[in-house]
């Protein structure tokens, strides 16, 4: 498990969900609103690959920080910097690997827009805060900044505690919500499992600051990139986190459970005609009892997929199967019932 002595959180409405977590120091994840505009035309994409061997996160701070970059950052001078190809490579990979976890295709690399998701995390790494609507006032403000804070999921963390974590956890902690400031959001993972998200970029910046130490700032860009947009390939019926065999290091057991119907695979805007009011969720452990469901509501902001059923189960234990019934769902006026299950391996 790893700490977090304090951490930025933002609520910024539905944003691309914020979510963030730092080890040994502090990290906070900002999602970024909903969309409102049909999405463009499919477009090919990668196919999704394995997981990459993340980077370790003992040693000192700064030697890890960096080693991301091909050009190195400077907070105090407004520098971005530059990453790596192996880190954006890598994060890719980690993205892809998790979205075919839900049978949803890969999505391709927008470089195009590294630059403005880079200005963007040095605004939050040299301010120490995270916004999806930075002012002008900022320190280090660009425009090209301010505009990829605005489509994307922020992460940031400070203090002299502050652990580097590796872009895989980044992304785990968009992923469980676990410290999103927007209570009961879980914006940020919607993006990152958006069907029909295409193409993502990447920027981060890690170093020194000077008043906390030490600064750590990340953005991925999910909306509104230069890259493919629209589903990339065929998409499966529903999307439930987690879903069948899952990563124990992309689950916690504080983390809501959600669940979205994929009725139209070819419209974004088609999925609103979903509608979870009248739906009963049970989870019942594969040879044993029912757990307690609660926490339950739903929406159909359009965070990636436009409709979601969110709850809370009590209980989970890692190596276990349990079989979730999510009945009365209605779909264009029809009643409809699903069911899939989950286990947490290491």
């Not at 909903?34 to 701070?61: I, V």
């Not at 998701?117 to 609507?133: E, F, I, P, Y």
């Not at 002012?135 to 203090?159: D, E």
Request: contains cysteine; aromatic residues 10%.
């Amino acid at each position: 498990m790893r700490t977090r002595p304090f951490l930025l959180f933002l609520p910024l409405l539905a944003l691309v969900a914020c979510d963030g977590g730092g080890g040994g120091g502090g990290g906070s994840v900002v999602t970024p609103p909903p969309t409102a505009a049909p999405s463009p035309a499919p477009a090919p994409a990668p196919s999704p690959t394995s997981f990459p061997t993340p980077t370790p996160t003992s040693g000192d701070f700064f030697a890890q920080a960096a080693a991301m970059f091909a050009v190195q950052p400077d907070v105090a001078a407004c520098q971005p910097g530059q990453l790596t190809s192996q880190v954006t490579t890598r994060t890719l990979q980690s993205l892809n690997a998790i979205r075919a976890l839900h049978r949803l295709p890969g999505v391709s690399y927008s470089s195009s827009d590294e630059p403005g998701a880079q200005q963007a995390a040095l605004m939050m790494a040299a301010n120490a805060q995270l916004s999806h609507t930075p002012p002008t006032s900022w320190r280090c403000y660009t425009a090209a900044g301010a505009a990829a804070a605005g489509a994307s999921n922020l992460y940031g963390g400070l203090g002299s505690g502050l652990t580097l974590l590796t872009d895989e956890q980044v992304l785990a902690g968009w992923l469980t919500e676990i410290d999103n400031l927007t209570a009961e959001s879980v914006g940020h993972r919607r993006w990152l499992l958006d069907p029909f998200l295409g193409s993502i970029a990447y920027g981060r910046v890690a170093g020194r600051h000077e008043t906390h130490t030490r600064t750590d700032a990340a953005v991925m860009k999910v909306f509104d990139t230069a890259g493919p947009a629209g589903s990339t390939g065929p998409l499966p019926p529903y999307i439930a986190y987690p879903f069948e065999d899952y990563p124990a290091r992309l689950f916690d057991t504080n983390a809501l459970l959600s669940f979205g119907v994929i009725s139209d695979p070819t419209s974004r805007w088609g999925n609103t005609n979903v509608n979870f009011a009248n739906a009963t969720v049970t989870v019942r452990q594969r040879g044993g009892g029912t757990l307690t469901v609660s926490r339950q509501r739903f929406d159909n902001d359009g965070y990636g997929l436009p409709n979601n059923l969110q709850f809370f189960v009590t209980g989970l234990q890692p190596n276990l199967i349990y079989d979730v019934s999510i009945n009365g769902v209605s779909v264009g006026g029809a009643a409809t019932n699903y069911s899939y299950w989950f286990r947490i391996v290491p």
